[in-house]
Each structure stands twice: as structure tokens, then as C-alpha cells.
């Protein structure tokens, strides 16, 4: 766990993306590469490289990359677990991690080549119900289920964050949102 009156911004596995870093991919000019906005209950991987952004709270974002590849998708997702009542949407965590990999794999990623970094699950209410944890447990659970290393997270914690994600290069940058009130 986060201590969150010690951190106001945090940089995950990488640089923080800014529009002076070298952020580049390798076959694209910097001012090539497209944005994407990816709101709650969604998910985006796309070949070409882009900067995804995207806010966060008691939600969960998983970001895969494939090292050999050079490519990246990203989820965002609201509860853990669908109960297999009503529609199977990306809103569910095992859903959303689920067709997040399966639509890398369409674009050519392996698992073996895969990691993933972690970020969300923010405790905003004081509730019973603890979405935010939940939903960060359904991610390690499934992606160690799946055989994708974890190789960065920032989870849980009482504050929402804010993503910048390079699907080309695999850098993440995060920094949170608001003050605590401890």
C-alpha cells in the first residue's frame, strides 16, 4: 500500500511522460503518435503506438506490453468479478483482463513476451465493500493465473490517479489526483 501523504506524484517502471521526454517509438515521429482517451469500462491495444490516457479511483487499469513487439494495450475497469448474470462487459475485471489478452494476441503478442504494470483500486468511501481492493486482487489473480509477470503497480491507497500510457514504449506515467484530508 501506497503511503499517500509522503507521495504526490510517482513515476512507475519509467519516465514520466512529458512532451519534452523521448518517448518515441522507434518507426514513429513523436508528433505521429495518436491519443486515446479510455473511459471506464473499456479497453484499447492497437498496433500502432499511442498515449492513453485515463483517471482512475476505486477502478483498476492493467497495462500490457509485449518487449519483443513493441506494443501495448490498456483496460479500465470498474468491479472485480462478473457473476454471469447480464451482459459480460469490460465494466468486470476478469472480463476485462480477459479480452485485453486476447486482443493482444490478435495483434501478434505472446504471453511469454508479456508484463504488465497495475495501477488503481483506490479506497474512496468508506465502505464495507472495499471495491478498490477487490479489484486489485482480481488483477494479480488473474494475470498470475495467466503467466504475465507483474513488473510495476501503484494500488490502493484513499486517492484517485491519473495515466499517461505509451503503448509503444511501455512507460506509464502516473501521478495522483486531489489531497487525502489525513
Not at 9 to 34: N, R
Not at 121 to 143: P, V, W
Not at 148 to 162: C, D
Request: aromatic residues 6%; proline residues 3%.
Amino acid at each position: 500500500m501506497v503511503k499517500v501523504k509522503e507521495i504526490q506524484k510517482m513515476e512507475i517502471g519509467c519516465e514520466l511522460i512529458t512532451p519534452s521526454s523521448s518517448t518515441q517509438h522507434p518507426t514513429t515521429k513523436k508528433e505521429e503518435i495518436a491519443k486515446h482517451y479510455l473511459y471506464p469500462s473499456a479497453l484499447f491495444a492497437e498496433k500502432a503506438p499511442h498515449i492513453v490516457d485515463t483517471v482512475l479511483g476505486s477502478c483498476v487499469a492493467v497495462c500490457l506490453y509485449d518487449t519483443k513487439l513493441k506494443i501495448g494495450g490498456i483496460n479500465h475497469y470498474m468491479l472485480p468479478f462478473w457473476n454471469g448474470s447480464g451482459l459480460a462487459s469490460p465494466k468486470f475485471g476478469n472480463i476485462a483482463i480477459e479480452k485485453l489478452v486476447e486482443k493482444m494476441l490478435k495483434n501478434g503478442a505472446t504471453i511469454e513476451n508479456m508484463i504488465a504494470k497495475v495501477f488503481g483500486g483506490a479506497n474512496l468511501m468508506d465502505s464495507y465493500m472495499q471495491i478498490g481492493s477487490r479489484n486489485m486482487d482480481i488483477a494479480k489473480e488473474q494475470l498470475i493465473h495467466d503467466k504475465i509477470k507483474i513488473v510495476a503497480e501503484n494500488t490502493g491507497g484513499v486517492i484517485g490517479r491519473k495515466l499517461k500510457y505509451h503503448t509503444g514504449t511501455g512507460q506509464v506515467g502516473m501521478k495522483f489526483l486531489g489531497k487525502t484530508g489525513i
